[in-house]
């Protein structure tokens, strides 16, 4: 066993480190900022334009992308480079070109893309000239169930003809959104899990409409493109929109988890650091009926809990990645479930001792804690709710034993 | 021991609930229209008015004001109309006229006020035609400790002179708001809770700024005045505008929480009531893998236990309404601090199992969800952070045991 | 409402506490010492009878019996004076004639039973010269569902043939036990809940077998006559030792279930109680690291959750006997329910947290505190796990949702 | 980065859990009806000596000795041993003479004891010919604090004369075990890490009174030696029994604590493995109200927490183990107090939901399931409760924002 990172990680860890500390964070503030500037707009603010290029000049993009995608990273080297852009999560994954949903999107294209679909789609993402969404969840049934989708894809032609109503589309009210990955029911009679297909469908197809921008809380995540209700009438994609194969979408949409997972895991781990070391700095500064608040004994429980619960949480994070490294998502199925349900939660947990060592201020504007809070609340949901993955995860546990009963 | 409602209750409390099935519920997506339309504003959209009307026809009016200060009820008996105003927690008490902070501002003033102040403030306050704003927080102090209140009111000639800056002044962004109620130091060198001072500092004195509202995990609660920081520099107000006497401040503040977290913590328990409804709502008529969730044992436990804490909780909140019924606010101290600490975080447990059955439409503007933990989230730390409270009360159980060590 | 003891509870309260403080905890050790001289005795040592002589010469005896089975007081009077007995769960139900499971079976034979079993069973448990079982959970069934049971009682003649194992039979091991309540099925063919009946037994009725007692963790309660498992081969009884017809067995295993639960929780509380004492006292004797534990941040936490959580408990388990007492038990279904999942679990967590302040002491001879938490623990399964009782709640509250789904 | 064993530590787990199903499952049976035959004896019944034959000859023998102490394995290779031996506690890790506390004697009397001192003591224990005891805490003080310590160890001419009191020392009842290693206090005067010393004191010793056995939660663990408490009166010992160096007391007991407390933990993951399966076989066959509990969802919900759990703090121990490794105790102390606090709860509540799943017989001695409870509970305490070890991590986290306060 071996628990430290190799070189080459080290030495990518010790340059992002530099760039957060020299541009991302002093970049929060202009942030908010151009935010309030422009309080109507869906697109992303011009910092992180500026940030991408100084990113890339550093040879941090598109870090994410594994090995067998054309990437340079294994998923274990690139896994604590997820955490450390988990501290600014509005900055630092988009000024890597390393923010969901392009990033799973872009492992789909490069991994069921069509050559033509690749020049057309996957460059652009890679380059960061476009962005792009994923439409899953849908607003009339409990989309964590696969066989619940009532999207309907049908073939006309030499079209795609897709009608459906959609949500919770990460990234699609921005006009820099070129184009959604669309999972839908090409034939809702064939086997549970081949009656779902994936088309490509750009955002100013006919038939497209933009509803809305869900809130998360009382946040509509505006530079990041918003969370759109979308509506698709009839609208007509040509017939090579299809991704990877008819009948494929569901068997794509469990590969394309397992990484995103990690990523976002490893994120909530590196959101959970930034909100220790608020609370840390908090506490050391903090008066209250005569003592710092870090002497008071409720304080110093949370913290060595946070300790305690990032470190095991990150072991099990990174102990997936390596599962998916060695021998592939499938294999590491289990692995990846354990992290979804496990570390949302305790991040969530963390984050909100640190808003209570701030009082109502944590619950402000005035630090990231409400908004990285929001973050992991959200995610207890996104990809299905923990209650799903655990009742997978134990009826696995129990297969071995209802066959033979030996304890 | 009698746990039954008397007649008079029975009656109110049916009155309400055909106003909130008649007129409050229904008026719900009225304002987040009137909201949507007008999104910059900070006052109260023109639903609240027409529902006042309607309130104050029916009787609905201003009841939460205690015997003693010539209200109808006793605070046993407004607990109930309080925990029911709580399902609708941004519509029904504005209606009723008794929404914090005014309430707890009116009693202040009922009690403390002179004849002139009760004239001038406390009569437009119970007509509804003016509102008021309380501040006591500050953003450099932990203000749960009133040793460290910072703002300093200084006595020149006929006038107080007030500087410093206050937040979380809830209701004061609204042009609605016509005076504060402002803490601050009157003598720094008197004995420890002496030192505090109220006064009442109308609105549009020069030397008071509204710098900006404050939001609560991206909610800015406009319709509610939202939650100002406000600057006061050299702020002057005749010195008859001083309540209770110099050196009360801090008594003054001690007697308005009793009732005011009365009030809070049934409200909460209104707001899980409305959450488990939701809940169960969802529950039957959500299919997940073949069944409804309601069928489901995480989510059955959830109901269980959402109701045997709704259960326990509220008998504890009406005991300590009881307790100030029979025997005074003071007495009822560890009574109040025990709700303090108990209801908001079971409320907010509650809420989110709630938004968790829900999915992402739970945290979205779709569902009053996410607005209602955000209330039971803040409720942790209004007041003082949980953790002071429990040390209070902890070291009281301790007394008895210090002299003697009896087991 | 009304919060308040009366009058004849609070002078009852008040003898009791006298005796509590004058005779039983002295007889502590006392019981420790004859437990310590006859190790292999399953029988009541000699200090019962003693106390149970003086407990009666004041009054303090058969308490527990309710108005309608000619006792003096109602639930809601008997409640407060079963949480003082679980103060010293070993001496003092047992000193006032109070301890289950005569407690029900008493009950049980005042409510259903025909002249002749009064005479001749109910008379000597109310004299205490008797003690009695009741045999309701077996081996190879979850028996929280009753179609589960697999006892047989078969009509053969004049008699009844009771075959079936049986097993925690509290205080069965007991030479003192004149007899058991055995559940079976009569008519395996019947409605669901029209198949069982209750038949006595008496303990020295050949084909009865006593084969062991259980422990509870490491404990064999051997004071109070254990827990045994009994097996019944072919025992024969005549025909009117059925108890309240046959078919009824559900039916008056259901009614016995209210009240003594109100005492089973009520003595939890009553733990809970010397529990957070024996805390306190703890706290301020011990200095660790320079300081008394009483001023230690997570020590304070302990009590003053403690503190919150016993008195909504307690409030929560009055107002179900408040219920029983003007409804009946049928109506106090869920009241009974809820206390039932609150009360152990809440009791457990303050007796960890009072052992956890002791440390090894905590759980060794020396205090009660291991004795008083395993039976906490234990009662977290009996008359069926928690989880079951959740279900059963979560149901009852759906229902009215599965109808209309009103939010 | 690199998850998974060796070689050497793959093929000794083979060999081990081969050991475990032919020989260590099939004698829990026989240790319980040896303990029952010889109910007043604290020796080790029969079986153990009859597994250790076996054992031996298997080459499983002291495999917890450490490299720099001569033995084969390092850390992280023993680790998964420890765990493995930890399903069947009572007889695996002495049957391996692998049991605390001689492994920890073992290993201080390897490092630091003198040639004359490792003939005499250390080879029989590494024979498993005697056993050991080790007295560190006292019945009169808070003992997680070494300063507290009030034992005294006087130097009288060519002896050291020992007068204190202490308890709960584990194996002591037992007269195989042939000497203890007592800390006490040889200069109160002297820096406060340097007052204490540890002496080597025969069991024999005059002054020397085995008082009694402690139990924990009704057990007294007689196959293990029990819990002594011990009184030492002028107890008289050469001064060469003094180990390692007056004053090294404290730095020795450190040492002591890492691999320990590696064992410890790991040996509890078994014990939660084992409460898992068990309770996994209990789910698949136990039927309630028509279905298995293994189809219940709160039964799956427990499985799915207990996998994710152990999954986490077993990459936990390793870690800490593999710094242990790479950089010695001192350098992992901050894991090994993590993983200190982190596991012993964590399995305690994966047990009770596996007694919860058996019902009234998980907390009997039909199962192991209660003893396992019971030693993970005692693990909370043992070495100082987790609160203690809590507030020593947090004080270091706070380290390096007390000086600079960044966020």
């Not at 496990?342 to 005035?366: F, H, M, N």
Request: hydrophobic share 45%; aromatic share 6%.
């Amino acid at each position: 066993m071996e628990f430290g990172h190799d070189e080459q990680t080290r030495e990518l860890l010790a340059t992002l480190q530099a760039f957060m500390d020299e541009h991302i964070y002093p970049a929060e503030p202009i942030l908010a900022d151009e935010l309030a500037a422009n309080p109507e707009s869906w697109d992303a603010p011009p910092i992180i334009a500026r940030l991408q290029t100084q990113a890339r000049d550093l040879g941090l993009w598109n870090l994410f992308l594994p090995h067998e995608a054309g990437g340079a990273l294994t998923n274990v080297q690139y896994a604590p480079i997820a955490e450390l852009t988990g501290h600014s999560p509005s900055l630092a994954p988009a000024a890597l070109n390393c923010a969901a949903p392009d990033t799973g999107n872009i492992e789909l294209l490069a991994r069921y893309g069509t050559p033509e679909q690749r020049r057309r789609w996957l460059e652009p993402l890679l380059a960061g000239t476009i962005r792009s969404a994923f439409c899953m969840t849908e607003p009339q049934v409990a989309s964590s169930d696969a066989t619940n989708v009532a999207t309907r894809i049908t073939r006309d032609g030499d079209e795609w003809v897709i009608t459906g109503e959609k949500w919770f589309a990460t990234g699609a009210m921005s006009s820099q959104c070129a184009f959604f990955i669309v999972m839908g029911k090409t034939d809702p009679a064939a086997d549970r899990h081949r009656q779902q297909s994936m088309v490509l469908v750009p955002r100013d197809t006919p038939g497209v409409t933009i509803r809305r921008g869900l809130s998360v809380l009382g946040f509509a995540d505006r530079s990041h493109g918003g969370h759109a209700e979308i509506s698709f009438q009839a609208a007509r994609v040509p017939a090579d929109h299809v991704i990877g194969g008819v009948g494929e979408g569901f068997a794509i949409a469990q590969a394309r988890l397992g990484p995103g997972r990690i990523h976002h895991c490893m994120r909530q781990l590196g959101a959970a650091e930034r909100a220790l070391a608020l609370l840390c700095a908090r506490a050391v500064d903090r008066v209250s009926f005569g003592r710092p608040l870090a002497d008071q004994g409720m304080v110093q429980d949370w913290i060595a809990e946070a300790r305690v619960t990032i470190e095991q949480l990150r072991l099990l994070v990174l102990r997936a990645a390596w599962v998916i490294d060695q021998h592939g998502n499938r294999a590491a199925h289990r692995d990846v479930q354990a992290i979804k349900i496990a570390v949302p939660r305790a991040v969530e947990w963390i984050i909100d001792k640190a808003i209570q060592t701030y009082g109502a201020a944590g619950l402000s504007q005035d630090t990231p804690l409400g908004m990285l809070w929001a973050n992991a609340r959200s995610l207890r949901l996104a990809d299905g709710p923990d209650e799903v993955h655990k009742a997978s995860l134990a009826r696995q546990e129990l297969r071995r034993y209802r066959a033979s009963g030996r304890s």
